[in-house]
Structures are given as C-alpha cells and as structure tokens.
C-alpha cells in the first residue's frame, strides 16, 4: 500500500470512529450526514452518507477515482450523552484548524469514548427527581405526586443503570420494567393516599423515556425526505410509547384488581408555580443529557427562551402555536450560539426540545382508552401527532430564518 492509499485509508476509518460515535451521542440523521459530508471534504475525499436509527452507510472515493468504498455498520440505536459530543465537535474543530493531527483526532477519538460520564451516579439520579418533579409541577400535580414524582424518577434510574449493567436481554424491556415498576409501586401507595393522581405520578416518572422528540424528529426528516430514517423514528417512538403504556397499565391494573381504591378529591399547585417547575424540569435534563458545565446555563436558558415562545404563542393563539413559537425561539438561539461559539447546536437545542415534549399527551391518550373513555382517548392521541408536526415545522422554520455553521 502506497502513502496516498494509506492516508486515505486512516481518513477513512476516521471518519467511520468520528459517525458511529457521534450517532450513538444523539446527533439527528440530517445533521449528522452534513457534517460527516463537510469533515471528509476538509479531509481531501468525497464522501456519501446515509444515517438511520439503526444502521449507517459510509462512502468514500478520492477525488479522481470514478468508484466509491462503502461501509456499512448496524447500530444499537440513538443515546444523548452531550458531553462527549461537546468533546468530538471540539476534537473535530481541532482537526480542521490544524491544530492536532489526522493520527491524533483518531487516537482522541477513543480517548473520548472510554470517558467515564460528567455527571456522577448521584447527580444523574438529582437529574432524574428534577426532571420528575419538574413535570409534575407542570402537569398542576399536588405537594405530594410532585415529591412521589421525584422518588420513583430515582426508582426509573436504578432500572435503567442496573438493566444496562447487568442484562443485556432486558434492554429493548426497558420501557416497560420502568412503568410496570413504577405503576405497582405508586399504587400500592395510593392505598394509604388516595388522593394521589397515579398515572400522573408515572407519567412524570419516565419523562425522560417519552419519545415525542423521536416521533417529532421522525416527522421533520419525512419533510426533508430522509424516508428511512423518519420512518423507523416514528414507528419507534410509537412502539416505545407503547411499551411504557402497557407497563403502567399491567402494573397498576394489578393492583387494583386485589385493591380496589377509593379516590378523593384533587388538589393542585398554583398556577404560579407552573414555569418554576417547568424550569427545574429543564434543569433536570440537561444533568441527565451529561451537558458540560460550561454550557449548562445556555443550554437552561435556551428552555427559557422556549417558555416565551409558548406563552407568546398561547396568549396570541393556543397551546398548539405556543409549541410552535417555542420550539422556532429554541433553534433561532440554539443555532446563533452555535455560531458564536463554534460549539455544536445540539448541545443548547436538545433539551429545549425535550422540554417541549408531546409523547406525554400520547401516553394520557393511551390511559384514557384503557379506562374506556374512547372520545377523549382518540382525541388526545391525534393531539401528539398534532404538537409533534408543530415542533417538526418549528425546527424546519427556525432554520430557515438562521441558519448556523453546519454542527453536530
């Protein structure tokens, strides 16, 4: 093998390391395609990618040859861990400066994939209750579900971590375990409080497990006709949704039907309170999401300017334009920072959309359903898919009126 064949060789696996780490972080397909496009031409190659949730095509040529090389490697799925994908950009950043090596991108590389997480098991688990608790707060839960939301959020946590850890064949089950638990475990409470909304408390407990930013991912790559890939988000949002339906139901069903409970009447959290704990979810998920410290702030702040957007909207319109407008405000400020920074967009706009979530409106559809209320549980499930569309032409507009620095 010649120098030319060699280098284009290493260029190559770099590459191949560079996409497979940066898809399994959470960058979307689109996004992950032109960057990995931009890197190769940086590079000295042409390159052709295709990304879906579950496999990625690689094509290199150099640029007088006619034949392409392709690899393709299958993946497990998508993850979000936006401290590493903040070190890959920045490695990346390095690489087109000149400032490292080709060779020592590629050694950093693995560096970076055997990092242990930013954020410890303790604090992750304070991500989970935040977030937890934060969502309760916003669903106008009372004192009680908001701190129940937050214990069986830690619950969901040690599920996940010890699931991963030690087996394997329970991981597609995840959903499932994680509601089925829960359910069982806040319905045997309701027995001593009857009060306590159960669902709700469940509902709150997965919200970092709800899939609306998948199905509404899935819907803004159909617009942009990467039919595979938006395809396969949707159906796996759904099927995810389902698995944490089913879970919740089985278990709390069970319980009921050896227990039946009395319920009493509800009471709520001011309205006051609404955006404070809107703002402690937002918190929560970017200690979940691993963000660097040095964009935690920007990153609260991008759900911030997320809340304006809803408020605005909904003063102006509904809920439904509110998603719209927040989600618009989120990428405007997610991709001007971007740019400013030079970091990726990911890092500030991933938990703003996640903070705008519509799977849980499928999740209450799903409920309403099972207790027979057909009207209400047909209408809230067309409501996702009404709010996900919203988020996917928010995203679409919002980088049309500013478009950043193609980023991870």
């Given at each position: 093998?010649?120098?030319?064949?060699?280098?284009?060789?290493?260029?190559?696996?770099?590459v191949?390391?560079?996409?497979?780490?940066?898809h399994?972080y959470?960058?979307?397909?689109?996004r992950?395609?032109?960057?990995?496009?931009?890197v190769?031409?940086?590079?000295?190659?042409?390159?052709?990618f295709s990304?879906?949730?579950?496999?990625?095509?690689?094509?290199?040529?150099?640029?007088?040859?006619?034949?392409?090389?392709?690899?393709?490697?299958?993946?497990?799925?998508t993850?979000?861990n936006l401290?590493?994908?903040a070190?890959v950009?920045?490695?990346v950043?390095?690489?087109?400066s000149g400032?490292?090596?080709?060779?020592e991108?590629?050694d950093?590389l693995?560096?970076?994939?055997?990092?242990p997480?930013?954020?410890?098991?303790?604090?992750?688990?304070?991500?989970?209750?935040?977030?937890g608790a934060?969502?309760?707060?916003?669903?106008?839960?009372?004192?009680?579900d908001?701190?129940l939301?937050?214990?069986?959020?830690?619950?969901?946590?040690?599920?996940?971590?010890?699931?991963?850890?030690?087996?394997e064949?329970?991981e597609?089950?995840?959903?499932f375990?994680?509601t089925?638990?829960t359910g069982?475990i806040v319905s045997?409470?309701?027995l001593?409080?009857?009060?306590?909304?159960?669902?709700?408390?469940?509902l709150?407990?997965?919200?970092?497990?709800?899939?609306g930013?998948?199905?509404?991912?899935?819907?803004?790559?159909l617009?942009?006709?990467?039919v595979?890939?938006?395809?396969?988000?949707?159906?796996?949002?759904?099927?995810?949704?389902?698995?944490?339906?089913?879970g919740?139901?089985?278990?709390i069903?069970?319980?009921?039907?050896?227990?039946p409970?009395?319920?009493v009447?509800?009471?709520s959290?001011?309205?006051?309170?609404i955006?404070?704990?809107?703002?402690?979810?937002?918190?929560?998920?970017?200690i979940?999401?691993?963000l660097?410290?040095?964009?935690?702030l920007?990153?609260?702040?991008?759900s911030?300017?997320?809340?304006?957007?809803?408020?605005?909207?909904?003063?102006?319109?509904?809920?439904?334009?509110?998603n719209?407008?927040?989600?618009?405000?989120?990428?405007?400020f997610?991709?001007?920072?971007?740019?400013?920074t030079?970091?990726?967009?990911?890092l500030?706009?991933?938990?703003?959309?996640?903070?705008?979530?519509?799977?849980?409106i499928?999740?209450?559809?799903?409920?309403?359903?099972?207790a027979?209320?057909t009207?209400?549980?047909y209408?809230?499930?067309?409501?996702m898919?009404?709010?996900?569309?919203?988020l996917?032409?928010?995203?679409?507009?919002g980088?049309?009126?500013?478009?950043?620095k193609?980023s991870?």
């Amino acid at each position: 093998m010649n120098t030319d064949d060699r280098n284009f060789e290493i260029a190559s696996r770099f590459v191949i390391k560079l996409g497979t780490l940066a898809h399994r972080y959470g960058t979307q397909a689109r996004r992950l395609e032109s960057y990995l496009s931009r890197v190769t031409r940086t590079l000295g190659y042409d390159g052709v990618f295709s990304s879906t949730p579950t496999e990625i095509l690689f094509t290199f040529k150099k640029k007088d040859d006619l034949w392409y090389k392709t690899h393709l490697i299958k993946m497990p799925g998508t993850g979000f861990n936006l401290y590493k994908l903040a070190k890959v950009g920045g490695l990346v950043s390095g690489l087109e400066s000149g400032e490292i090596t080709l060779s020592e991108a590629k050694d950093r590389l693995d560096e970076v994939d055997n990092m242990p997480p930013v954020c410890c098991k303790r604090l992750t688990a304070l991500g989970y209750a935040l977030s937890g608790a934060g969502f309760a707060g916003f669903l106008k839960c009372g004192i009680i579900d908001i701190i129940l939301a937050a214990v069986m959020s830690v619950v969901v946590y040690v599920i996940i971590l010890y699931t991963d850890k030690y087996s394997e064949r329970l991981e597609h089950w995840i959903p499932f375990l994680c509601t089925f638990i829960t359910g069982i475990i806040v319905s045997l409470i309701s027995l001593l409080l009857p009060e306590i909304q159960v669902y709700l408390i469940t509902l709150s407990a997965v919200i970092y497990l709800i899939p609306g930013f998948t199905i509404s991912v899935g819907i803004m790559e159909l617009s942009y006709k990467y039919v595979q890939s938006g395809i396969i988000n949707i159906v796996n949002g759904l099927v995810y949704l389902a698995l944490l339906f089913a879970g919740a139901w089985v278990g709390i069903t069970m319980i009921r039907s050896f227990f039946p409970v009395q319920f009493v009447s509800i009471t709520s959290i001011s309205t006051n309170f609404i955006w404070l704990s809107a703002m402690i979810m937002a918190v929560g998920l970017c200690i979940i999401f691993q963000l660097p410290k040095r964009d935690f702030l920007w990153a609260v702040a991008g759900s911030g300017i997320a809340c304006i957007g809803i408020v605005l909207g909904e003063a102006v319109l509904d809920i439904d334009a509110g998603n719209f407008l927040g989600t618009v405000f989120a990428v405007i400020f997610a991709n001007i920072w971007s740019t400013k920074t030079n970091r990726p967009a990911s890092l500030v706009l991933l938990p703003s959309i996640v903070f705008l979530v519509s799977g849980s409106i499928g999740f209450r559809g799903f409920v309403a359903l099972s207790a027979h209320n057909t009207s209400t549980g047909y209408q809230e499930l067309f409501h996702m898919f009404v709010v996900a569309i919203t988020l996917a032409v928010g995203l679409i507009l919002g980088n049309t009126i500013y478009k950043a620095k193609i980023s991870l």
